[in-house]
């Protein structure tokens, strides 16, 4: 798949693609048999709630954050990358 493509997962409820997509993201591990993804994932759930009245920007951020230093805020690079 090219760089910048976007896919599409289609399908009746119950059918299996959430599931799906928590395997590909590493939130499931298979029961049986092997995953083998390239590259990075992300999974955004269609409902979230949080204790703490997050913005936009800080869950995206939060998905930054093995690339933030510890005990530092996000960095130009980090706020480009969010927006």
Do not use: N
Request: net charge positive; with cysteine.
């Amino acid at each position: 798949m090219a760089s910048g493509s976007v896919f599409a997962v289609l399908g009746p409820g119950g059918c299996g693609k959430s599931s799906l997509l928590k395997l590909v993201s590493g939130l499931l591990k298979p029961a049986c048999g092997h995953m083998e993804v390239s590259g990075q994932t992300a999974l955004v759930p269609q409902l979230f709630h949080t204790v703490f009245a997050f913005t936009v920007l800080d869950m995206v951020l939060m998905g930054r954050v093995k690339k933030i230093r510890l005990l530092s805020g996000p960095s130009e690079v980090d706020l480009e990358a969010a927006y």
